[in-house]
């Protein structure tokens, strides 16, 4: 008798770990001296960190070369509108407009880090974009809601009046 057959008859769990072995060594599990070592050769490493910053800014998949860079710089332009808004009156300011613009600033705010290649320059002027949307929207409906207030009290103003108009109209009749 051979002393694996032994060693298998004489320990259950010995089986266990055996028929548990090939899941142990799964081709996604890395060994523990690997876990560091990189795929590329040291030779590329460092050249690649050698580069420039223009250098990078120029490859990049969101570098200067692209639509990804132009486009939110373009997009700075409607930000700078809206902060040169705050200076016009709330009655001035359309609110369909201002909700678009927080709209779509809040929408491609959050699609810019889905999207690939992530692009953080066309979140950032998203998230100021819904930010003027935001501040503008809340200022036309803080003037709207004042509006309102004081055409509340123009009319109780006037039933005020009209009704002690009457009380004295009244009173005038009875005397």
Known sequence: MSSTATRTAARPMWRYFQ???????????????????GTASSAEAT???????????WNSPVGVKTVHFWAP????????AGIS?????????SLTQNIALMATGMIWTR??????????LLAAVNFFLALVGIT????????????????????????????????????QVVE
Do not use: H
């Not at 960190?49 to 990078?56: C, V």
């Open 73 to 80: 710089v373009m997009k700075w332009g409607l930000v700078l």
């Open 111 to 120: 699609w810019c880090l889905i999207i690939k290649p992530k692009n953080v």
């Open 19 to 37: 028929a548990a072995r090939p899941f142990r060594a799964s081709p996604f599990r890395q060994p523990l001296n690997r876990r560091f070592q």
């Open 136 to 171: 503008q929207v809340t200022r036309i409906m803080l003037w709207r809601r004042t509006q309102e207030e004081s055409t509340v009290s123009k009319v109780e103003s006037s039933v005020k009046d009209a009704v002690s108009d009457t009380k004295a109209t009244a009173k």
């Open 47 to 57: 050249g690649a960190e050698q580069q420039s910053l223009a250098k990078r800014l």
């Open 85 to 93: 808004d705050f200076a016009r009156p709330a009655s001035a300011l």
